[in-house]
């Protein structure tokens, strides 16, 4: 029964694979429905597509039309197609208090310049009072490393001070940690949201991270154009974060507070780098207040389903989110809507074409599941609340597919891997790529941690076996032009169209290339539908030990 199925929809997708290594076109992704999906969802009647506004409302009744349309199962709560995911907004006003206080001097601080700091507690005041600040280094616990930072220290009420990146970014090649946290690939553990929840789990009620540029990836202006604003899933209440104030400190004012402590920053940097690391009281304290705006705002995944007919309790899960940046200023034509035509209409487009699929060969054994996420923008949230609420277990999910921005250039003779080394699919990715006559290559900024930076991420670090599809993670190897128009096309797209009116529908797009992308996707999580493996993660892989926790519930 097992294998017969199995056979029977492979082979239905690995000869629409096969015959794409001729012409694109027999991949067996419409490229006009794609269009039509995005420009639909991309027209000013959808306003932008934010979440909570009008915008929200018309594509919410427009995606669930479709996925009736294509004979999906609502999948939502209750039986609806609908995930309720309340958000949190938040803004800080004028602070009222900033300042740190040292042997009886008190340094008040400019905000943003010196210190830029937002709230995720869902308070009307954020406020600090006289909490000692501590050095605590990268900021790591990493049991599979062997490396802890904190060594017991105890934070409760105080202000942990980190700094960015992993310890061996600027590590030199004689150093003991070089390549022990993936050399100038960043991991989970060098992500500004890794060091604020673990500065959460050990009960501070304040984080700093010392910014640097380079470290960071990008400046201080990044840093500050929130303008004090956060988003945030609305949490229960033993589950809201310890921080009242989480942010960033300049390199300059942290340079001048160690000073006046006593210590070299530079120094200590380097102490960080070490096993051994020891938490370093600062003696100094740290006041804060700060009125807080905030607002719940109400927003909806949508969730739909083909119900496995062997195992329908174990689910593949497709994503991609369905959120774009609203209303801005208008562009030099005039356009108001930021209305995420590739990012990520392209990716819901995709979902609609692997459901239809799917919906053409003979029902799969495992369950089969499609989400749309909100707030994917306002930092992965709608996957976030999915993930700590979920409608199908994780510990028997088998995968995750999120498609979020493809290449429109035409075909590629590659196909670029985000997260190279974490987990087994990769593996399956070349296999199919190569029954696509194609190639694996790896993005080309593994310092920036894309692999954190997209929906399937909310699934991975708890355990979910994940694969992103991210056209602008590096230079394609296009059939027409090579690596260079590959990379002029990431260029022109990243640095004139990402999350501005200029992310629209252009007739010139060639969706050759996305259509094998989204193919690929379509053909490994068949072969994951029609199958009792288990994908995993990779010795080494941050995620493998949370994994691991529900082995027993897969029998693996
Ligand atoms: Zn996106």
Redesign the pocket.
Known sequence: MFLRSLAASTALFLATSAMAQQDADTSGIDTEHLVETVRTMASDQFEGRAPGTVGEERTIGYLIGRLQGLGLEPAGEDGTWTQKVPLLHTRLGEPQTLAFAHDGTTTTLEFPKDIYVSTLQPSDNARIDDAPLVFVGYGIDAPERGWDDFKGVDLEGKVAVFLVNDPDFHAGEDEPVAGSFGGRTMTYYGRWTYKFAEASRQGAVGALIVHETEAAGYGWNVIESPGGENYDVVRKPEEVTSLALQGWISGETATALFADAGYDLAELSKTARRKDFQPIDLDTTVSASFPVTQEVVDSQNVLAKITGTARPDETVIYGA?WDAYGEGKPDAQGRIYRA?AN??AL?VAGLFEIARAFKAAPAPERSVVFAFWTA??RGLLGSEYYAANPLFPLARTVANFDL??LQTAGLAKDVILVGKGQGTLEDDLARFAAEQGRTVSEESLPERGLFFR?DHFSLAKRGVPVMLMMGIAGASDLVEGGKEAGQAWVDAYTGDCYHAACDAWSEEWNLAGAAQDIALFRDMGAELANSDKWPGWKDGSEFKAVREESAAVRGD
């Open positions: 989110h995420g990012d990520d990716g994917e923008e979020d921005i997209a």
